[in-house]
C-alpha cells in the first residue's frame, strides 16, 4: 500500500472521528436546551454508548496500523503543511485513545452526563454536598485516565496537554507568575487613584426579549452567519461545534453584560470555528485549536473588540435606540461602565482585568488537588481563601464560590489554564494585527469589520487546527508566546480610563 493510499485512510478515520465528535456535541447541546428531566437516563446510556464507539475507531487493527505506519515515517517526505496536520492530529489521537480503555472512556462520558445534572441542582441550591462525591469521582477517574496515556508525566501535564496542544505546567506557571504579578500591580494602582465609576446604568431592569434582539443584532454585525450556527439560552454560555459550517452559540439574559458581552464571546468561537479553509475542513481538522488559542478568539470578540470604545462609538446611537434608559448617559459614561474595575465572585461576568486571576485561582487548585495537597472537603475553604487573597473578597456562599463553573462536571479537569492563556495569545494576537492593520480600530468605529475578520481569517482561523498553538502563534505573530502584551494593552487601556497618568 502506497503513502496516497495510507494518507487517505487515515483522512477517512479523522472524518469519521469528527462525525462523532459532532453527534457527542449535539447531545450536549440538547442537554441544555431542552432534554427533559424523564429522558436524562436513556440519554446518559445514549452518551456512553456512542463515545465507546468513537473510541473504538483508534482500536482498530487498521487503525494501530496506521499509526505504526506514519509514526515510523520522515516527516520531512509528506508533501505539504495539510498532510503533515492530518498526519499529527491523527497521531495525537490515537496515542490518547488506543492507551484508554473503552470502557474508562464510556465511564467518563456517562458519569458526566450524570455529574452535570446533578451540578445544575447543587447550583441552584447551593449546596456543595451535593455535587461533592461527582466532583471526586471525575477528578479521581481524569487522574487514571492521565496516569493510564502516561504514567512518566505529572497528570496535569497530561491534562493541560490535552487541552492546550504542546504547552506543560511549567510553561503554565511560568507564563502565570509574570501576569499574576502584573494584573495585581495594576488592580492596586487603580485600587489607589480614587477614581470613582458609575455603571448603575448597566442594571436595567430590561426585557429578555429586547436584551436577544440586541444580541443578535451585535454579533452579526460583527461577522458571525447565524446561517452556520444558531442561537440558545442556557444558566452557563457555551458553543456547540456540531460541524464545519455548524457552529452554535449560547448566552444567558440575566444582566445586560453577560447578555451581550457571553453572546461576543460565543460568537468569537463560532467564528474561529466555522471559518476553517475548505481543504481544512475536507481534512477533518475544522474548528481550530482547542483551548487557549480557541479562548483566544471569543475573548478578543468580547473585549479588544467588543469593549473597546471604537466598537461602541459606532453601535451605542442603536443601543440608545433599543434600550431608551441608556439615552440619559453619554458614550464616555457608558464605556467606563462596562469597563470598570471592581473584584467580584464570578468569573463569566469579571472585568476585563481581573478576569484572568479566575482562572489561575482554579489552575492552581486543580494542581494541588491532583498532588494531594487539598481534599474535596477542603475544597469550598480554600477555593474562598484564594478569592479573599487575590481580590480581596469572600464568596458568601457555594454558588458564589465553588459551584459557579460547569466544568469540572463535564470533565475538564486541566482546563482552566486555556482561559488565561487565551488573553495572552489574544494581546498577541492584537499587537501583530495593529502593526499588518493599523487603521483596523478606525474602521470598527466606523461599523466596518472587513479588516478585522479578514486578518483573524487570513492569519488564523482559516488553518482551523493544521498547526498546534506554539506554531500558530509563532506564524500570526512572529514570535513565541508571552504575557507582554496583553498587560501592555491592559496598562493603555486603563490607564485612560482611571487617570493613572
Same mark, same amino acid.
Given at each position: 500500500?502506497?503513502?496516497?493510499?495510507?494518507?487517505?485512510?487515515?483522512?477517512?478515520?479523522?472524518?469519521?472521528?469528527?462525525?462523532?465528535?459532532?453527534?457527542?456535541?449535539?447531545?450536549?447541546?440538547?442537554?441544555?436546551?431542552?432534554?427533559?428531566?424523564?429522558?436524562?437516563?436513556?440519554?446518559?446510556?445514549?452518551?456512553?454508548?456512542?463515545?465507546?464507539?468513537?473510541?473504538?475507531?483508534?482500536?482498530?487493527?487498521?487503525?494501530?496500523?496506521?499509526?505504526?505506519?506514519?509514526?515510523?515515517?520522515?516527516?520531512?517526505?509528506?508533501?505539504?503543511?495539510?498532510?503533515?496536520?492530518?498526519?499529527?492530529?491523527?497521531?495525537?489521537?490515537?496515542?490518547?485513545?488506543?492507551?484508554?480503555?473503552?470502557?474508562?472512556?464510556?465511564?467518563?462520558?456517562?458519569?458526566?452526563?450524570?455529574?452535570?445534572?446533578?451540578?445544575?441542582?447543587?447550583?441552584?441550591?447551593?449546596?456543595?454536598?451535593?455535587?461533592?462525591?461527582?466532583?471526586? *469521582?471525575?477528578?479521581?477517574?481524569?487522574?487514571?485516565?492521565?496516569?493510564?496515556?502516561?504514567?512518566?508525566?505529572?497528570?496535569?501535564?497530561?491534562?493541560?496537554?490535552?487541552?492546550?496542544?504542546?504547552?506543560?505546567?511549567?510553561?503554565?506557571?511560568?507564563?502565570?507568575?509574570? +501576569?499574576?504579578?502584573?494584573?495585581?500591580?495594576?488592580?492596586?494602582?487603580?485600587?489607589?487613584?480614587?477614581?470613582?465609576?458609575?455603571?448603575?446604568?448597566?442594571?436595567?431592569?430590561?426585557?429578555?426579549?429586547?436584551?436577544?434582539?440586541?444580541?443578535?443584532?451585535?454579533?452579526?454585525?460583527?461577522?458571525?452567519?447565524?446561517? *452556520?450556527?444558531?442561537?440558545?439560552?442556557?444558566?452557563?454560555?457555551?458553543?456547540?461545534?456540531?460541524?464545519?459550517?455548524?457552529?452554535?452559540?449560547?448566552?444567558?439574559?440575566?444582566?445586560?453584560?453577560?447578555?451581550?458581552?457571553?453572546?461576543?464571546?460565543?460568537?468569537?468561537?463560532?467564528?474561529?470555528?466555522? *471559518?476553517?479553509?475548505?481543504?481544512?475542513?475536507?481534512?477533518?481538522?475544522?474548528?481550530?485549536?482547542?483551548?487557549?488559542?480557541?479562548?483566544?478568539?471569543?475573548?478578543?470578540?468580547?473585549?479588544?473588540?467588543?469593549?473597546?470604545?471604537?466598537?461602541?462609538?459606532?453601535?451605542?446611537?442603536?443601543?440608545?435606540?433599543?434600550?431608551?434608559?441608556?439615552?440619559?448617559?453619554?458614550?464616555?459614561?457608558?464605556?467606563?461602565?462596562?469597563?470598570?474595575?471592581?473584584?467580584?465572585?464570578?468569573?463569566?461576568?469579571?472585568?476585563?482585568?481581573?478576569?484572568?486571576?479566575?482562572?489561575?485561582? *482554579?489552575?492552581?487548585?486543580?494542581?494541588?488537588?491532583?498532588?494531594?495537597?487539598?481534599?474535596?472537603?477542603?475544597?469550598?475553604?480554600?477555593?474562598?481563601?484564594?478569592?479573599?487573597?487575590?481580590?480581596?473578597?469572600?464568596?458568601?456562599?457555594?454558588?458564589?464560590?465553588? +459551584?459557579?463553573?460547569?466544568?469540572?462536571?463535564?470533565?475538564?479537569?486541566?482546563?482552566?489554564?486555556?482561559?488565561?492563556?487565551?488573553?495572552?495569545?489574544?494581546?498577541?494576537?492584537?499587537?501583530?494585527?495593529?502593526?499588518?492593520?493599523?487603521?483596523?480600530?478606525?474602521?470598527?468605529?466606523?461599523?466596518?469589520?472587513?479588516?478585522?475578520?479578514?486578518?483573524?481569517?487570513?492569519?488564523?482561523?482559516?488553518?482551523?487546527?493544521?498547526?498546534?498553538?506554539?506554531?500558530?502563534?509563532?506564524?500570526?505573530?512572529?514570535?513565541?508566546?508571552?504575557?507582554?502584551?496583553?498587560?501592555?494593552?491592559?496598562?493603555?487601556?486603563?490607564?485612560?480610563?482611571?487617570?493613572?497618568?
Amino acid at each position: 500500500m502506497d503513502y496516497a493510499e495510507q494518507l487517505n485512510k487515515v483522512k477517512a478515520l479523522l472524518k469519521e472521528s469528527r462525525y462523532y465528535d459532532g453527534l457527542l456535541n449535539f447531545f450536549v447541546w440538547d442537554q441544555w436546551q431542552g432534554l427533559p428531566a424523564q429522558g436524562q437516563a436513556y440519554r446518559q446510556q445514549m452518551q456512553g454508548y456512542f463515545s465507546g464507539k468513537a473510541a473504538e475507531l483508534y482500536l482498530r487493527d487498521e487503525a494501530r496500523r496506521l499509526a505504526q505506519y506514519f509514526a515510523a515515517f520522515d516527516p520531512a517526505r509528506l508533501e505539504s503543511d495539510l498532510e503533515r496536520a492530518i498526519v499529527r492530529v491523527y497521531l495525537r489521537h490515537y496515542n490518547q485513545a488506543a492507551r484508554i480503555p473503552v470502557e474508562k472512556q464510556v465511564e467518563l462520558a456517562e458519569l458526566t452526563a450524570q455529574a452535570g445534572q446533578v451540578w445544575r441542582a447543587a447550583f441552584e441550591k447551593s449546596d456543595y454536598n451535593l455535587f461533592r462525591p461527582y466532583l471526586e *469521582r471525575v477528578f479521581r477517574l481524569r487522574i487514571e485516565m492521565a496516569g493510564l496515556q502516561d504514567a512518566n508525566r505529572h497528570p496535569l501535564d497530561v491534562m493541560a496537554d490535552g487541552a492546550d496542544e504542546g504547552i506543560d505546567t511549567a510553561q503554565v506557571q511560568r507564563l502565570f507568575a509574570q +501576569l499574576k504579578a502584573g494584573l495585581r500591580t495594576l488592580l492596586r494602582r487603580i485600587q489607589s487613584a480614587g477614581v470613582e465609576i458609575d455603571n448603575s446604568c448597566l442594571a436595567g431592569p430590561f426585557k429578555k426579549e429586547d436584551l436577544r434582539a440586541l444580541a443578535v443584532y451585535l454579533v452579526e454585525a460583527t461577522g458571525y452567519d447565524a446561517t *452556520r450556527g444558531g442561537y440558545g439560552e442556557v444558566i452557563h454560555p457555551f458553543t456547540a461545534m456540531l460541524g464545519p459550517a455548524d457552529a452554535r452559540i449560547t448566552t444567558n439574559y440575566g444582566t445586560f453584560a453577560f447578555a451581550i458581552f457571553a453572546a461576543l464571546h460565543e460568537a468569537g468561537h463560532a467564528m474561529y470555528g466555522y *471559518r476553517s479553509s475548505p481543504e481544512v475542513a475536507e481534512a477533518g481538522l475544522w474548528g481550530g485549536n482547542h483551548g487557549g488559542f480557541h479562548e483566544a478568539q471569543s475573548r478578543f470578540y468580547e473585549n479588544l473588540v467588543g469593549k473597546s470604545r471604537p466598537f461602541w462609538e459606532f453601535f451605542y446611537p442603536e443601543l440608545q435606540k433599543r434600550l431608551p434608559a441608556f439615552q440619559a448617559v453619554d458614550l464616555d459614561g457608558f464605556y467606563r461602565a462596562i469597563n470598570k474595575v471592581q473584584p467580584s465572585f464570578k468569573r463569566v461576568l469579571a472585568d476585563e482585568l481581573t478576569y484572568s486571576l479566575h482562572p489561575i485561582i *482554579r489552575f492552581e487548585i486543580e494542581k494541588d488537588i491532583i498532588e494531594g495537597k487539598v481534599t474535596f472537603d477542603a475544597l469550598p475553604a480554600v477555593w474562598n481563601d484564594k478569592y479573599e487573597e487575590a481580590l480581596g473578597i469572600r464568596p458568601p456562599d457555594d454558588r458564589a464560590g465553588v +459551584l459557579q463553573d460547569v466544568h469540572w462536571s463535564m470533565g475538564l479537569v486541566g482546563y482552566f489554564q486555556s482561559y488565561a492563556l487565551g488573553n495572552l495569545y489574544g494581546g498577541q494576537l492584537r499587537q501583530a494585527m495593529l502593526r499588518a492593520e493599523p487603521d483596523v480600530y478606525a474602521e470598527i468605529g466606523r461599523g466596518n469589520f472587513g479588516p478585522l475578520n479578514r486578518w483573524l481569517t487570513e492569519n488564523v482561523h482559516q488553518h482551523g487546527a493544521m498547526y498546534a498553538p506554539a506554531e500558530m502563534i509563532r506564524r500570526a505573530a512572529g514570535e513565541d508566546l508571552k504575557a507582554d502584551y496583553f498587560l501592555a494593552y491592559l496598562a493603555e487601556k486603563y490607564r485612560d480610563i482611571y487617570h493613572l497618568g
